[in-house]
């Protein structure tokens, strides 16, 4: 007995890009109503229902959607080095290490690691100013290692491929350290968290988590080029395949995507009269 998926990796990519993005804007007009009507220090059951649309905080929907987009960006090139394993297999722990990169900013994404490493870094290095955040510091370094590091990997890639990874590199480190910079500077010229870091700070965690998407459309296009398949071995020896055949919908997607905007639209009203009520 056969079980195939069959994704078409553009359109999945194009898919999760738009939730990221929506996922992004609510959680910026979540912190307008929560800092310039609510106010900072509201503790109303409304403000805890924004709280859970927020990027900038950890228990909120868009940080889930983001643990769980670097999570699948993690999962394969794993694939690919389990599948890798026979002896002269190419590339294995360059894979493997691609694995647990994404594994660990999955869950960084969810923690306050880079928070602690921050404080340690900061104390250490007595950086002042946008630097007092001293994971940039140790982000700018770790990004220039691994580009070093995977240059000969990344050029034994297939020309499309090698485009690809190198578009979502740029713009997950254009989120996480460039970004980043401009909302920590933001930060300490307004001493604490204002509306307008909020904003950068949406903007910054959003362009990362396109970056995964980015990566999960070069790991599928990847896959689907070399013909590569993704198997789960189970007693009855299912079988799941990445190709680009394009699923069948009940609904169409311009109706899917008009029925959306207007639940969007109708929530968030609801959620600006209750605030100003």
């Known amino acids: 007995m ?93 894979w493997t290490g691609l694995a647990l990169a994404f594994l660990y900013i999955s869950l960084d994404k969810g923690t306050t690691i880079h928070e602690a490493t921050s404080h340690l870094l900061r104390s250490l290095f007595r950086a002042s100013g946008p630097f007092q955040v001293a994971w940039l510091i140790l982000g700018s370094a770790l990004a220039g290692a691994v580009g070093i590091l995977y240059a000969r990997f990344w050029w034994r890639l297939p020309g499309r491929a090698r485009l690809l990874f190198v578009l979502a590199a740029a713009v997950y480190v254009s989120g996480a350290l460039g970004l980043e910079a401009l909302s920590t500077r933001q930060y300490y010229l307004d001493d604490g968290k204002s509306f307008p870091y909020l904003v950068i700070s949406s903007v910054e965690e959003t362009v990362e988590t396109l970056g995964a998407v980015a990566f999960i459309y070069a790991m599928l296009d990847y896959l689907h080029q070399r013909e590569r398949r993704l198997a789960s071995q189970t007693q009855a020896r299912p079988s799941a395949e990445f190709s680009g055949a394009q699923p069948r919908w009940s609904l169409s997607p311009r109706r899917a995507a008009v029925g959306l905007a207007v639940l969007v639209l109708l929530v968030n009203g609801g959620l600006l009269l209750w605030s100003v009520a």
């Open 2 to 94: 056969s079980l195939s998926l069959n994704l078409n990796p553009r359109k999945l990519a194009v898919a999760l890009s738009l939730i990221a993005v929506l996922l992004g804007l609510q959680s910026i007009y979540a912190d307008h109503l929560l800092v310039n009507i609510l106010g900072k220090n509201s503790d109303t059951a409304l403000a805890r229902l924004l709280e859970l649309f927020s990027i900038n905080t950890y228990e909120s929907v868009p940080t889930w959607y983001s643990v769980i987009l670097f999570f699948l960006a993690a999962s394969l090139p794993a694939w690919i080095a389990l599948a890798g394993r026979a002896p002269g297999e190419p590339g294995s722990r360059y």
